[in-house]
């Protein structure tokens, strides 16, 4: 039998509009179950920390335990493929750092292109590096450092918390753009790199604020200044670079992302209730106690930000040769 026109476009209006209905309805019934949020770092770190205390406030807000996962190794590319490979509904979701954005570079074979197999949810905070050196060293200033690494080519010894890091990057910036060659001095972690700095066997660490900013505040370490692109307001009395290196910007991020083909309404409501934690005074008052500064985006800022990201710290690690496998 063959329909009248408007009555077959209206039963075809109303199939088209099912699926809409669906994915509404999966949205708000999300999450079902707890969800896993995969962290490429060890527990205790400031990846951890702060993937527990958005973790914390997510169960809170959906009713589901968010329950952080650390599988560390290979710089976070462990974890970032279990959540590519992870079934895409919302369930399985990864802690991204701006590590993911240098990876793609660092390694020539990964099983996975971050920026084609994941979907940014929302960006959390951002944490600057700050340039510390021991107490002993002469330069006060980011111009006397350059002056002495200039004098002294291959004098300094620059301690990260291992190669590839973002610490790492942000002393392969600032040699790319001052021209001051330090040697590399790799640790496992920033932890021995700093009692190392602490005790003079290295003179400087381009180390993440919070690891550092205890050993500041004693005394004990001198802070030559931080690496974002305006100065941090935990530490107002400390430059930025790029009052003496124009165009110098470094610094670490944290974000949520999730695998590909999850549902575009579970990532906008996920998106919705990160942007509202992150907005609560409570824990951006955490998040600065972390030498964090909170941030708040869609999830196509977040995109935005990986993808520029990628492109900055690839041109770093290619001019300066830079390769982990």
Do not use: C
Not at 20 to 25: D, E, K, L, M
Not at 39 to 68: K, N, W
Not at 136 to 143: D, E, K, L
């Amino acid at each position: 039998m063959k329909l009248p026109r408007r009555q077959f476009l209206r039963l075809a209006a109303t199939a088209a509009a099912i699926p809409a209905v669906f994915r509404s309805a999966m949205a708000q019934a999300y999450p079902s179950r707890p969800v896993r949020l995969l962290v490429g770092y060890a527990a205790g770190g400031g990846t951890d920390i702060v993937a527990r205390l958005i973790g914390q406030s997510l169960s809170e807000r959906l009713g589901q335990q968010f329950v952080v996962e650390n599988r560390p190794g290979a710089t976070t590319n462990i974890a970032t493929e279990l959540v590519v490979r992870a079934v895409p509904d919302g369930h399985t979701l990864l802690m991204a750092t701006a590590a993911n954005a240098a990876n793609a570079t660092l390694y020539e074979k990964l099983n996975f292109n971050f920026i084609g197999d994941i979907a940014p949810v929302a960006v959390i905070m951002r944490v600057p590096n700050v340039i510390v050196v021991n107490l002993s060293f002469p330069a006060r200033t980011v111009q006397e450092f350059i002056a002495f690494g200039k004098a002294n080519p291959g004098r300094i010894n620059m301690a990260s918390g291992g190669a590839g890091g973002s610490d790492h990057m942000a002393a392969a910036l600032f040699t790319l753009m001052t021209g001051v060659n330090m040697a590399h001095v790799p640790y496992r972690g920033l932890a021995p790199a700093l009692t190392d700095l602490l005790g003079g066997q290295v003179e400087v660490i381009f180390s993440s604020f919070p690891a550092a900013m205890e050993y500041i505040k004693a005394g004990r370490l001198r802070a030559l200044a931080v690496t974002t692109a305006t100065r941090f307001e935990g530490a107002p009395d400390v430059p930025t670079v790029a009052e003496f290196v124009p165009g110098y910007e470094a610094s670490q991020w944290y974000g949520i992302a999730a695998p590909k083909k999850v549902a575009p309404e579970i990532i906008g409501r996920l998106n919705k209730e990160i942007n509202a934690a992150v907005g609560d005074p409570r824990l951006q008052a955490r998040f600065a106690d972390l030498g964090g500064t909170p941030l708040l985006g869609s999830p196509a800022d977040f995109g935005r930000l990986i993808a520029a990201d990628t492109e900055k710290w690839g041109k770093v690690i290619r001019a300066a040769n830079i390769r982990l496998g």
